[in-house]
């Protein structure tokens, strides 16, 4: 099919690489010359595994091309809109002007026919309006609202084989014919078997916030259990384990550590809250409050710990080992690490940190931080060390090894991703979060 994908970030240049791959035609489209300009020439502008691999054989192939012209959309049948939905600077609520001029945009190239297939994460209600625009300016266009559920690190699997699609679409013969139409774009994981859920706009935005809002609460859920288990003498992580074997409950996302980050869970939390306050319904979401407290919280205790360790901050030399805010990838966003090594320095710690990919992203945001290549070398003559990103080159590190480098044996493990022992005996003293 004749794909346009608007918006050239995080989400649509995956979407767009992918699609392309699968055997469509596609056009990226951005207003960001020097972006498109690194997509065109196949060079992804972030870090995401498998990507550059997609996008160089979508290039190859002659199916995928990348511009600022938004013109070239017209040939397409088929309209994803993949902008970022950004915290509003003055407020929890989403900033939707990016989607709004999107939109603006788009309804000059649409056909009659085409399909328009919304992926931005928005509040409820969005789609509904945004409907209303379509049909007005418009007619005999439709639009669909298709949430994403990408996973940073493996956004490209997620998008090739996602758990599951949403489609939601306006009621009658309309809604019919864009999910049918859907159904030919996803072909590839529809005939794998994927769950397909087609329903309403509302219902189809709020899957995303509602996906998010679970998973950071049980996130949260956990580090609060570990905020009673550092006061108790209990240990969070054979807690989870005992906890997690209840199939009602899970394992998985109860990893008591700094909590979450990036780009889409603590922002799209208070843009729910934000909007629930909106509708008149904020009490019913009002745990969300606490949610995002406990997960800041979390942050503020690597800070104390170190504090406890060296009896003050002034002058420690302090490792910091990541930066980005989940391994394998360089994203920086609301980084819980990122955020602990400022609070450091800010309060007169010297923090030497390294993260093997977002290194650059940071000398963009935080260029007074001392950065460095390597593990190896951050810890050099280091009073205390702390892990904090989870990469497997630092839960791979040899305590004997590391130990040879630094000043003083003491590491906080940010993420409990070290077995203690094998650092106990190395001669470490260790601390972990809720252990």
């Not at 559920?149 to 019919?176: H, I, K, N």
């Not at 074997?245 to 979450?260: E, K, Q, T």
Request: glycine share 8%; net charge negative; with cysteine.
């Amino acid at each position: 099919m004749r794909i346009s994908v608007i918006g050239c970030g995080y989400l649509g240049a995956v979407h767009a690489a992918a699609m392309a791959d699968l055997g469509h035609t596609v056009v990226g489209v951005d207003v960001d010359e020097v972006k498109i300009a690194a997509l065109s020439q196949a060079r992804a502008p972030f870090f995401e595994p498998g990507l550059p691999e997609v996008l160089a054989s979508a290039m190859a192939s002659g199916r995928l091309r990348f511009t600022t012209d938004f013109a070239a959309v017209a040939d397409a049948d088929v309209h994803f809109v993949a902008v970022g939905t950004p915290q509003s600077s003055d407020g929890d609520a989403a900033d939707l002007r990016f989607v709004d001029a999107a939109f603006e945009s788009l309804l000059e190239q649409v056909s009659p026919g085409d399909v328009i297939v919304g992926k931005s994460t928005v509040p409820v209600g969005t789609a509904s309006r945004l409907a209303g625009l379509v049909a007005q300016r418009v007619p005999g266009a439709t639009l669909v609202w298709n949430p994403e559920f990408l996973r940073e690190g493996f956004a490209v699997q997620d998008t090739v084989s996602p758990d599951r699609l949403v489609y939601g679409v306006p009621a009658g013969e309309a809604g019919v014919r864009a999910a049918r139409i859907l159904d030919e774009v996803y072909a590839s994981a529809v005939g794998a078997g994927t769950p397909v859920i087609v329903t309403d706009y509302a219902t189809a935005e709020l899957v995303k916030v509602a996906a998010n809002a679970f998973l950071a609460t049980k996130i949260s859920f956990i580090n609060a259990m570990a905020e009673i288990a550092e006061v108790t003498g209990a240990d969070v992580t054979r807690l989870a384990d005992a906890i997690g074997h209840d199939a009602r409950i899970g394992r998985r996302f109860l990893n008591a550590g700094v909590g979450f980050g990036g780009g889409c869970l603590p922002k799209d939390i208070r843009a729910f809250s934000a909007r629930a306050r909106e509708l008149g319904r904020g009490e019913s979401v009002r745990f969300l409050d606490e949610v995002d407290q406990i997960n800041l919280r979390r942050r503020q205790r690597v800070v104390d710990l170190v504090r406890e360790e060296s009896g003050h901050l002034d002058g420690v030399k302090v490792a910091v080992l990541g930066l980005a805010f989940k391994p394998h990838s360089d994203d920086i966003r609301d980084s819980p690490a990122l955020d602990i090594a400022l609070r450091l320095a800010d309060n007169g710690a010297i923090v030497t940190a390294t993260d093997p990919e977002a290194n650059p992203n940071t000398r963009k945001r935080a260029p007074h931080l001392t950065l460095v290549d390597t593990a190896a070398d951050a810890v050099i003559d280091a009073d205390i060390v702390i892990l904090i990103t989870e990469w497997p080159e630092f839960t791979a590190l040899n305590p004997h090894e590391v130990g040879d480098l630094v000043s003083h044996k003491i590491i906080i493990d940010g993420r409990n991703a070290l077995d203690p022992e094998t650092w106990q005996t190395a001669g470490w003293r260790y601390r972990g979060l809720g252990r």
